[in-house]
């Protein structure tokens, strides 16, 4: 589904002497909107997004996750500390408890929405490190990426093709409408609810 003939979960660390395309992009809007306005743009965005609510799936003490307006895949999401942290390290162990507990309930809910495992390629994003690991990185905002190819149903997947690769993303749901789906689920991952249904009946 995401790449490979073979099904299975895998995790990649990538590190590059250089800032790619996307991760170049980030710094690029980050260091402006933290020059123009003496803030974090992430932090400030993540702020928005908890008075409006209407793109919020999940919040707790120290993350929230949204649907973000510019999401072009139809459950994309994106994973914010509250406050500002530029780097995973930096992270208090509440915070990475929190943080392993919201990511279950969202993986939870990803599974729920088509009672299936549900696919996805998900990535981290933090301040540089490396060799600039002591430049100045204070407009950089952690934060996590998740691109799930799913569109109406376990078999329905979302392709970038025609226009999209040509133009400009279509949206087949408004990042509203995906969050609001996303939020109603259950927060009980559906295989654990058929086995105690299963067990009542027995």
Known sequence: MMGCSNPHPHCQVWASSFLPDIAQREERSQQAYQSQHG????????????LRKERLVLTSEHWLVLVPFWAVW??????????????????????????????????????????MSFPYSMGWHGAPTGSEVGAKWDHWQLHAH????????????????GYEMLAQAQRDLTPEQAAERLRALPEVHYQLKANKETAAVI
């Open 146 to 161: 998740y691109y799930p190819p799913l569109l109406r149903s376990a078999t329905v997947r979302k392709f970038m093709v």
């Open 39 to 50: 803030e974090p743009l992430l932090v400030e965005y993540g702020r928005q997004e908890l």
């Open 74 to 115: 139809p459950f994309q999401t994106l994973l914010l500390p509250r406050r500002h942290v530029r780097r995973l390290p930096e992270l208090t162990p509440a915070e990475r408890d929190d943080l392993a507990s919201i990511m279950k309930k969202l993986l939870t809910k990803y599974d729920n929405l088509f009672e």
